[in-house]
């Protein structure tokens, strides 16, 4: 499921609307970037949207 990891920013649905305003079922995903991250004492994957990782709500894990 594309869900933020850590803000829980999800797919968002809607209508997309012709010219001539007939209305479609549509959906908005979330720009997720899959990170290696801190998590507790350990690193892991997650999958993170770019305004955690922009805002810095996410410690990104040094890689060696």
């Given at each position: ?6 803000c ?46 922009r805002?810095g709500k ?7």
């Amino acid at each position: 499921m594309a869900k933020c990891s850590v803000c829980g920013k999800g797919v968002v649905a809607g209508n997309s609307s012709s010219h001539s305003n007939v209305k479609t079922k549509r959906t908005w995903s979330p720009n997720l970037q899959q990170v290696r991250a801190v998590v507790g004492s350990n690193s892991q994957k997650i999958e993170v949207c770019t305004r955690c990782l922009r805002s810095g709500k996410v410690q990104r894990a040094i890689n060696n």
